[in-house]
Protein backbone atom coordinates (compact mmCIF):
# COMPACT_ATOMS: atom_id res chain seq x y z
CA UNK A 1 0.00 0.00 0.00
CA UNK A 2 0.92 3.74 -0.69
CA UNK A 3 -0.02 7.20 0.60
CA UNK A 4 -2.71 9.55 -1.55
CA UNK A 5 -2.98 12.70 -1.50
CA UNK A 6 -6.53 13.75 -0.90
CA UNK A 7 -8.64 17.12 -1.84
CA UNK A 8 -7.25 19.13 0.80
CA UNK A 9 -3.93 19.25 -1.19
CA UNK A 10 -3.60 23.22 -1.65
CA UNK A 11 -0.66 22.27 -4.63
CA UNK A 12 1.81 23.79 -2.74
CA UNK A 13 4.65 22.22 -4.03
CA UNK A 14 6.48 21.58 -0.55
CA UNK A 15 5.79 17.68 -0.97
CA UNK A 16 7.24 17.58 -4.70
CA UNK A 17 10.92 17.59 -3.80
CA UNK A 18 11.17 15.89 -0.47
CA UNK A 19 10.08 12.27 -2.13
CA UNK A 20 13.18 10.35 -2.74
CA UNK A 21 11.78 8.38 -5.45
CA UNK A 22 9.92 11.19 -6.98
CA UNK A 23 6.80 9.53 -6.83
CA UNK A 24 4.83 12.68 -6.54
CA UNK A 25 3.44 13.91 -9.22
CA UNK A 26 1.69 17.52 -10.74
CA UNK A 27 -1.62 17.11 -11.92
CA UNK A 28 -4.70 19.17 -11.80
CA UNK A 29 -6.03 20.47 -9.60
CA UNK A 30 -3.66 18.72 -7.32
CA UNK A 31 -0.60 17.29 -6.72
CA UNK A 32 -0.73 12.90 -7.14
CA UNK A 33 1.15 10.04 -5.60
CA UNK A 34 1.77 7.24 -8.27
CA UNK A 35 2.01 3.31 -8.18
CA UNK A 36 6.13 4.10 -7.11
CA UNK A 37 5.08 5.12 -3.48
CA UNK A 38 7.20 3.70 -1.13
CA UNK A 39 5.67 4.84 2.07
CA UNK A 40 9.03 6.62 2.83
CA UNK A 41 7.20 10.00 4.58
CA UNK A 42 9.15 12.71 4.37
CA UNK A 43 6.55 14.37 2.15
CA UNK A 44 4.05 14.00 5.87
CA UNK A 45 6.44 16.38 7.46
CA UNK A 46 5.91 19.16 4.91
CA UNK A 47 2.32 18.80 4.01
CA UNK A 48 0.25 21.66 5.75
CA UNK A 49 -2.72 20.44 5.39
CA UNK A 50 -1.99 17.15 6.32
CA UNK A 51 -3.05 16.17 2.78
CA UNK A 52 -1.03 13.61 1.72
CA UNK A 53 -2.32 9.99 4.02
CA UNK A 54 -2.16 6.39 3.57
CA UNK A 55 -4.61 4.60 1.39
CA UNK A 56 -5.91 2.78 3.97
CA UNK A 57 -7.46 5.82 5.65
CA UNK A 58 -9.43 6.94 2.03
CA UNK A 59 -12.78 6.04 2.55
CA UNK A 60 -14.71 5.30 -0.74
CA UNK A 61 -17.47 6.99 -1.55
Partial sequence: MSYVITDACTACGLCEPECPIDAILVAEPIYVV????CEFQ????VC???AIVHESEVIES
Avoid: I, K, R
Avoid at 34 to 37: A, F, L, M, P, R
Avoid at 42 to 45: F, I, M, T, V
Fill in 42 to 45: DCLA
Fill in 34 to 37: DETC
Fill in 48 to 50: PED
